[in-house]
């Protein structure tokens, strides 16, 4: 049984199976601004079919591939998200490579969540960001400026009302992040730490978050912890570091690789099984 898969006229992918066993797959599904949704039979009775279905189809057929638009990805953030010590490059651009989708990269140096001017996260989330988009996640850095310029901590409210958020202290700007992005986008946030460095105000800043965590349900890519992700030697982290704070170009693609296949994951759950 052969199952041929086509994107309009082109040729995509090939299938071959003998009693239900996979004999050669062949598929190049890779399509500039999008991923791909599902499959088509056509015939009698126009219906849709898995690509983990194959096998279990009754004689050889023709598909036909059905896309939709890349998922959109929102990443806010101070200098390790902009690529401060790699000329601009940052995990942001490897995940782009990477992944089937578009990444919206809003950073600026030296900047803090706590709304303390024109160029904290807070106020560019709001300034920068096209609130009519249809974005996929809100992924924030959890900033090391905060700490390193004693922002004021504040408390985690006991609301969730946007507006009772104290947006000049980092705990209720995070908060005012999150529900703005639900509130605006109808989207997943995930915050990311830091690799590990020797900080105490930022350690406890990232023990803080796993409570804002229970609150809200945000996702967490934990670096500074190496929480679902395999923990690096201290020789090895050295070595993708460019000063204490900032990775290199090898601390960015491992980044990347980690942040690629947590998206991918949760694209996944959220999407039926699909992959980007």
């Known amino acids: ?126 300034s920068n960001f096209d609130k009519n988009a249809k974005a996929e996640k809100l992924i924030v850095q959890l900033s090391t400026n905060d700490a390193t310029q004693n922002a004021n901590r504040g408390t985690i409210s006991s609301s969730m009302n946007i507006e009772d958020f104290n947006r000049k202290t980092t705990l209720g700007a995070i908060e005012y992040i999150i529900a703005y992005a639900r509130q605006t986008w109808n989207c997943g946030v995930t915050f990311y730490t830091n690799p590990k460095y020797d900080n105490a105000g930022y350690a406890s800043l990232v023990t803080d978050l796993y409570a804002i965590r229970e609150k809200w349900g945000i996702g967490i890519v934990d670096f500074y912890n190496y929480v679902d992700m395999e923990e690096l030697p201290a020789q090895t982290l050295s070595s993708f570091m460019a000063d204490a704070i900032h990775p290199n170009a090898l601390g960015y693609k491992w980044m990347g690789e980690v942040f690629a296949e947590y998206l991918r994951k949760d694209f996944a759950a959220n999407h039926a099984g699909k992959i980007i």
């Open 1 to 126: 049984m052969v199952i041929e898969q086509l994107d309009g006229e082109k040729l995509i992918g090939v299938n071959a199976y003998r009693d239900g066993e996979l004999l050669y797959e062949y598929g190049d599904y890779g399509k500039s601004g999008c991923y791909l949704d599902k499959f088509t039979v056509k015939g009698d009775d126009t219906s849709s079919v898995d690509k983990n279905d194959f096998a279990s189809m009754k004689s050889s057929a023709t598909v036909y591939a059905s896309y939709a638009a890349s998922p959109v990805y929102f990443f806010l953030g101070s200098s390790v998200t902009y690529g401060h010590a790699n000329n601009g490059s940052s995990f942001v651009n490897e995940i782009s490579s990477m992944l089937n989708a578009t990444c919206v990269k809003e950073a600026v140096s030296g900047t803090t969540l706590a709304d303390n001017g024109a160029n904290s996260y807070v106020s560019r989330m709001l």
